[in-house]
């Protein structure tokens, strides 16, 4: 059972570019896939602690309590001081997918929205979302707009509308840093299938992109040097949690640390930030936005 006195923050990300957060090279046909769930195959980011601190500017006593000593500067003769902060891994919420009328909507599951839901502490949605009988062939819809069928690329779905998503639909437009255009696109634009289906779409429809290495003296492409990166699109929702440890319950070396976590989300709201590789080539821009009525 989650112990009442830790205190967290939920963080939603939202992709301002591809995201390539990679799990090193692989013998498959992607040579650079992105990070998993082991299970379920869903999408995953994991060293936001990293993130966070090599984009946000802290004072240096307030960046050793939130975040703990530095490793790569720490005197391995002297003992080292712990984060008060402990963070996840960044989670799956909403996975972009071409639509052929809407350009795009956004494909979720019950599992990923129980998830969430639960982290927010929205009890009675997680009841109503759990309920849900959705079959591979159903998708549920906020307005089916009096059609029968969705296309997501090419899986048809029988459209269904659900009220309970459109309670989802309006919390997560509310908790989202992007442009009202986005935000209001949200309130109508999210899709519900089941874990299983949703496991397929993360697994099949992300962008893989060929890269290559010019030689110098040709100009021409260098030998051997052509791969293959994977990448979460561009307008992915995902989230992550930051919380206090127990060690934050004390104060560390006589410091008031009453308000590390109210500090660490006025530097994190509408912040945004660098996440994953290759950034020198315009990859990895999340908008990071604190999530309200916790």
Known sequence: MENKNLEKVVVTMYAESQIHAGKGMDVGIVDLPIQRER?????????IKGSLRSNLAFEKGTEVLIFGSDPSTSDENKESTPGQIAFSEAKILLFPVRHLEKLFVWVTSPLVLIRFLREIGKA??????????????????????????????????????????????????????????IKNK??????LVNDKIFSAIVETMTEIIPRIKIDKNTGTVATGALWYEEYLPQDTVMYFVARKTLY??????????????????????NAVINIGGKETVGKGLVALKVVNGQ
């Open 124 to 181: 009675v949605l997680i009841e109503k979302i759990q309920n849900l009988n959705i079959d591979d062939e159903t998708a549920f819809v906020i307005g089916a707009e009096g059609q029968n069928e969705i296309m997501l690329e090419d899986f048809k779905f029988k459209a269904v509308k659900n009220e309970t998503l459109k309670e989802v639909a309006e919390i997560i437009s509310k908790n989202v840093a992007t442009v009202d255009y």
């Open 186 to 191: 949200l309130k109508t634009d999210i899709v």
């Open 248 to 269: 934050a319950n004390r104060k560390a070396q006589g410091t008031d640390n009453s308000d590390i976590l109210d500090e660490l989300k006025t530097k994190i709201d």
């Open 39 to 47: 299970t379920t195959g869903f999408p995953i980011i994991q060293g």
